[in-house]
Structures are given as C-alpha cells and as structure tokens.
C-alpha cells in the first residue's frame, strides 16, 4: 500500500542523509597505531536519516526516505533494511554506478564512539514533479543538517524546504554539528527561517548563534523565524523555548550503552508526537522517552527503539 492510500497515518518525509552505518564495536577507544584490539561485533545498519525514519515508521507515521541511495552493496543493504522496516523508498533516487555514503562507526564498552565518513559518488537529486507533489503533501518534513553536507543532495535542500513551507506543510529541522561549516551557514540560516521547530544540543546552538548561553541561542533563533527551538540535554532532557516562555523536560535515569542514533531517534518521537497532539510541550516529552529508551542499545537503523520498549520506559505516554 502506498503512502498516500494510508488516510489515518502521517505522511512524514525525511530529505536526505540516507547513510550506511558499519557499525564496529571494540574494547576501548581511541584506537592506537601499532596495537591490537579485537572487533567484538560488526554489522551494517541504515544511519543518520534512517535512525529518524526506522523510529518515526514504527511509531505509525507513513515514513517516506526522500533522496538517493546508492546501488552499491553498502546502498542496497540500507535499501532492503529500510522498506523491510516499513519506510517508503520509492522516493529515493539510486542511478547505476552510484555508491552510498558510508560512515564507519565504533563503539567501545564505555559508550565512546567515533565517526569516519566516506562520501557518497553519484548524480545530484533531481526534485521531479513526483517529488514536489509528494512535498506538498506531507503532513511534516524533517529537514536533517547533514543533507547540507551530502553532495548529491545538497544542491536542493533549500529549494524542497522552501517547497514544503509555502505548501503549509510544517518543517522541523535537526541541523547538528553542520552548523559549524561556514559553507552551509547560508542554507541552515534559510531552514532555520522557515521552520516551525528546530532541534539542536546547547553546544550547537550556541556555535551558531554566537551566544553564550542556550537560552541567548535560542532567543537568537526564534528572532530569525523558527517558531520554537529544542535545546537536547543528552542526559538532562531538554528545553522548549518559544515566544510565550520556555519549558524544561527533565531527563530520565537509564543506563546509557550507546548514544549513537540517540538524536535522530528523539526526533522522530517529537515529529510523531507533535503531529499527534499539536503540543510541542508533550512532543518534547515523548520525544526525551524515545532518547533515552535508544540510548540503553548499542546501534543503530534497526537497533532504535521499538514501542515496546518506549512503552516500557513511559508507560501511557503512548496513549
């Protein structure tokens, strides 16, 4: 069935950051030139936009991967996991002899972890009448910072977000460590404009403001025109600033095995909650529930949060 055949679900569409995460996990970290260490478990998963649509899908929403995956063995494996988990795929653009973003990531048993890349080859996205339609009539469009990065996407980022604000669809965006790329400060200061939420950490924000305080960031961004601003807390929970005031989630105690996906996986549970309710308070709440239930599982892609364990953590906080 098709996502616009699914009337009780929402349309959610994720542009971009289609990665194939190689996960690796070691005693401890940093690795050390010249010494050996033992890999305890390796598997590929689908990461960065796919931790956000894995999640959003199992949650209910009609997920939609919008952007290319390459047809490499690393593309087709994010492929396969991510329509096997529900999501619709048929909007991402593939082409022969494409070759995936692939990030190397390794885990040690203290929760450490470090990120390698290797960039993506392949043609830029094209948005196609198919792909506009789809924009104007997305219930939510998630705008993650690393398409900014991704060179076969990020010729269009601004152009589909502008897309989807004029259609009335609103725009949630998680701009992450990319806002301090002075080469994408131009196109995240235009999300930033025409988004109804943004999502960032306190170091984030304040690297992309300027200010030296998350209340000062965020009071910087509300006056550039997203409407509200979510500071994530890691462990702390988080904050809502918006016109009328701020409010502060707190954090949930829970043993933290793996950070990795934590983000994305929060982003969803707010998207999905927010769609569900029109309550940025009680999507910042839900969405602290679905971090901290991801932060107790080593992984990523196929390794967030099922409602299960959501459930387990905050009971009734899925009613």
Known sequence: MSEMSQPNRPLVVCYGDLVTDLVMTVERLPIEAERVQSIRAISVEPGGAGNFLITAARLGARAVAF?????DAYGQAVYDMLQAEGVDVSYAQRGAGSVNVLVLVIVDDAGQHVFLVRDGVGDPFVLDARSIAL????????????????????GSAVAATRLAAEAGAP??????????????????????RLSEV???????????????SEAGAAQWMLARGTRHVVIKRGGEGCIVFSADGEYV??????P????????DAFAAGFAVAWLKHRDVHKAAEFANCVGAAKVQKLGSGRQCPTVAEIANLCPGMLS
Not at 135 to 154: C, K, N, Q, T, W
């Open 249 to 254: 989630v707190p954090g949930i105690s829970v």
């Open 198 to 212: 943004s999502l960032l950490t306190a170091d984030e924000a304040m690297r992309f403001s300027g200010e030296r």
């Open 171 to 192: 725009v949630m965006n998680d701009l992450g460590p990319i806002v301090s790329e002075a080469s994408a400060r131009e196109a995240a200061l235009e999300i930033v």
């Open 67 to 71: 952007g290319t995956i390459g047809e």
């Open 256 to 263: 933290v095995r793996d950070t990795t996906a934590a983000g």
């Open 135 to 154: 924009i104007r009539s997305a219930d939510l469009f998630f705008m993650p910072g690393y398409a900014l990065h991704e060179r076969r996407v990020a």
